[in-house]
Every structure is written in structure tokens, then in C-alpha cells.
């Protein structure tokens, strides 16, 4: 069982060494650089021990994605934990658009790239349903009368669309506050 385990470990190691890589690789250059010949570069492994772990790089970035949600589910939850009721969408707000500035092409891997993942339906992947659940668990605070569902969903969309502006510098620099402080009002009513 001890060589089983030791492969197993291996494996294991080279699967996170070739996603850390990625994700690396990704946030320096681009998604356009990642490549399977430059991933076997970078980790100095051949092509084929790509492909024994991830089928295509389109798997490649889906599970950089996956990861990608779970951290962001992690980040909504700590910011929103932290900041008490009254505060909570105001919080959430801001450790939204701070993990998809830290992060550019994470964001672009889990938002702007296509991939198989859905939201919507019945086969949503953990990851993605934490990271709503913490938007959700936030404007609940802040919801009254109005649907909460529906309320998320404009707050996250609202979210997306400043991030995206932003990086792409189509809104003036240093509002970013400002805005996020009229988006939340505005969700309060």
C-alpha cells in the first residue's frame, strides 16, 4: 500500500503543481499564453502528463474556475461575517470587486471565458452555489419587501458590470467607492 499511497501523493502534487501553473501563467501573460507546450515547460513535465490529469485546457480553466469560486464563496463569507447585518452588502460589495482586481485572469476563468459551467439547474457545482449563497445571505439583510432572488441576482449583475468597466478603464478612475456606495443605496431603496 506504501508505493500506492506515494503515487497517489504524486499525483496529486503534479495535478496542483500544473493548476498553480496555470493560474500563474495566466495572471502574468494572459490565458492565451496557456498552453499545454508551455505549461510542460514551465512544470518541465512532457505534454502527455498534462493530459493524464486535465483532458483539454478547457478543463484546465474549469477547474481553475472551480477554485476560482470557492475562493471568492471564502472571501464574500469572511467580509460578510465580519461586517454585521447592516453592513453586510456594503462589505460584500467591496470584497467582491477586490478579489476580481487582485485576480484578473481568475475572474476571467470563472466569468468571461467559456466553460460548461452553469448556474442555473439542478447540477450547480458546490463552488459556484457558495459564492451566490454568500451574495444571497447578504442582500437578505437589506431586502425588505422586495425578492430577495431577484434582488441578488441585479446586485451581482450590477457587481460584474462595474468589475468589468473598471478593468477595462471604461469608468473614471478612484470612483470605485462612490459607486459601490450608490449601487448599495440604490439596493436599499
Known amino acids: 500500500m506504501g508505493t500506492e499511497d506515494r503515487r497517489l501523493r504524486e499525483r496529486s502534487t503534479r495535478h ?25 515547460a514551465e512544470i518541465e513535465y512532457s505534454q502527455p502528463v498534462i493530459y493524464k490529469h486535465f483532458a483539454s485546457l478547457d478543463d484546465l480553466t474549469e477547474a481553475v474556475a472551480l477554485e476560482g469560486f470557492g475562493e471568492l464563496a471564502e472571501a464574500l463569507g469572511q467580509a460578510r461575517r465580519a461586517a454585521g447585518p447592516g453592513d453586510a452588502v456594503h462589505a460584500v460589495a467591496r470584497a467582491y470587486t477586490a478579489f476580481a482586481a487582485a485576480g484578473p485572469a481568475l ?25 451566490y449563497i454568500e451574495l444571497h445571505q447578504a442582500v437578505a439583510t437589506i431586502a425588505g419587501d422586495q425578492d430577495v432572488e431577484t434582488l441578488t441576482e441585479v446586485f451581482w449583475a450590477a457587481l460584474h458590470g462595474l468589475t468589468a468597466l473598471t478593468r477595462n478603464q471604461r469608468l473614471r478612475p478612484g470612483h470605485e467607492d462612490e459607486r459601490i456606495d450608490l449601487l448599495v443605496s440604490q439596493l436599499r431603496g
Not at 503543481?17 to 500563474?24: E, H, K, Q, V
Not at 475572474?107 to 459564492?131: H, S, V
Open 107 to 131: 475572474y476571467d476563468a470563472m466569468f468571461t471565458r467559456a466553460t460548461r459551467l452553469r448556474f442555473g439547474g439542478d447540477d450547480i457545482p458546490e463552488q459556484l452555489a457558495a459564492g
Open 16 to 40: 496542483r503543481l500544473i493548476l498553480d501553473t496555470a493560474r500563474a501563467l495566466a495572471e502574468r501573460e494572459g490565458w492565451e499564453a496557456v498552453t499545454t507546450r508551455r505549461l510542460a
